[in-house]
């Protein structure tokens, strides 16, 4: 996938994302301060409008995911801004001068997205963190880089969604859900789920031809 071609996935994206405010909202007022589907919501609502008003040419994949979380880092704020745009500044960076969008491009940005959101938050597997989702992704991917994209990412979404499942079973570290203590056993990680779901909606949009066409 071209840069335009990955401009249109990730506004795929930012559209289910901000649908997904309720439910993200819902999830996190049982273990959080009930703000995170707002942020999430507010974060892609700037997402979009960056990639749909006048974006700001690119033949490179590393600039546009860089973008991508300045944005979300900028308009979301609290700690689910700086975890999210780290992921995605780190994970950019990492992939600068790439013009194409393929499954090795993609586990790098993972790998060092992960990297630096454990360096940033401190948050490791076990913590019920977005880590746990996002650190299946990448265990998932590895394996997969001699695959298409397409075939690749249904894959990794499926991992993400395991790890993000199994932060119910885990007593929170982070947050406002680390004073819930074992309270919080039996919910999912708000932030778990959202990086399932980013990855589920990419690759939801890629097997749509109409999301992505030029």
Known sequence: MNTTETSRL?????DKMIASEPELTRLDMAVGDGDHGI?????????????????????????LLTRVGTELMSSMGGASGAIFGTMF?????????????????????????????????????????????LAAAVEAS??????????????????????ADETKQMVAVFGRAKSLGERSIGHPDPGAISMYLILSFMAEGIKQ??????
């Open 10 to 14: 990730l506004c795929f994206v930012a």
């Open 39 to 63: 942020g999430m919501q507010r974060g892609f609502t700037a997402v979009h409008a960056l990639l749909t008003q006048a974006p700001e040419e690119t033949d490179d994949i590393g600039v």
């Open 89 to 133: 500044r780190a994970g950019g960076k990492s992939v600068a001068g790439e013009t194409e969008l393929t499954t090795p491009v993609l586990t790098r940005f993972l790998v060092n997205g992960l990297e630096a959101v454990r360096k940033r938050g401190g948050a490791k597997p076990g913590d019920k963190t977005m880590v746990d989702a």
């Open 142 to 163: 590895q394996p997969l880089e001699s695959e298409p994209l397409g075939d690749a990412l249904p894959k990794i979404a499926q991992a993400a969604s395991r790890g």
């Open 209 to 214: 031809p109409e999301a992505v066409a030029l």
